[in-house]
């Protein structure tokens, strides 16, 4: 007598290509389509385990009722996943940085990524030299020659900007 496990791999021979056809179909996705139809499989297994008469011929309706149902519960559950997660959100502000400092966060952003990374941690964030250079994996001499270069270029763009400023504000005084 075949065991239990025999009798699913029986039925995963002969119904798995199907099963994870359907699947695809159902939900749009290949690897989503494959990925329920193995869920199936597994179900199929944990039934079957207590139970080794569970699974009767024709044993197509019974997966094909557990794939539908299972593609259900997993839609049903992103859009509850979905709508509590818009209940917290909320759109970004058009300028989220305040007035005075949109200059510096422009200036930052202009920094290359590390150099950034750097600035933000040493002077925002309150770190160390060598804390910074720990959270970045970099030695602190690094870390500080980032932080000089940093601290230069955003000294030479502020300066920049701060002469259009003022350029822009004699124009419209004049």
């Known amino acids: 007598m075949p065991t239990t496990s025999d009798r699913i791999a029986a039925i995963y021979q002969e119904e798995g290509q199907r099963l994870a056809a359907l699947g695809r179909l159902l939900t749009g996705s290949i690897d989503e389509g494959e990925d329920m139809a193995h869920e199936v499989f597994i179900r199929a297994l944990r039934a079957s385990q207590g139970n080794p008469e569970y699974l009767q011929d024709p044993v197509w309706p019974w997966l094909r009722t557990v794939l539908v149902r299972l593609v259900i519960q997993r839609r049903r559950s992103l859009t509850r996943e979905r709508t509590r997660l818009m209940r917290f959100f909320r759109p970004a502000d058009e300028r989220p940085w305040p007035e005075d400092t949109a200059d510096v966060?422009?200036?930052?952003?202009?920094?290359?990524?590390?150099?950034?990374?750097?600035?933000?941690?040493?002077?925002?964030?309150?770190?160390?030299?060598?804390?910074?250079?720990?959270?970045?994996?970099?030695?602190?001499?690094?870390?500080?020659?980032?932080?000089?270069?940093?601290?230069?270029?955003?000294?030479?763009?502020?300066?920049?900007?701060?002469?259009?400023?003022?350029?822009?504000?004699?124009?419209?005084?004049g």
């Not at 966060?105 to 925002?124: D, G, I, N, Q």
């Open 105 to 173: 966060a422009a200036a930052l952003c202009s920094l290359p990524p590390r150099m950034r990374a750097c600035a933000v941690l040493h002077h925002c964030e309150d770190l160390t030299v060598a804390q910074t250079a720990d959270v970045l994996g970099c030695s602190p001499a690094t870390a500080l020659v980032h932080l000089r270069e940093a601290r230069a270029r955003l000294r030479m763009r502020l300066a920049e900007e701060d002469a259009v400023a003022g350029i822009a504000r004699g124009s419209t005084n």
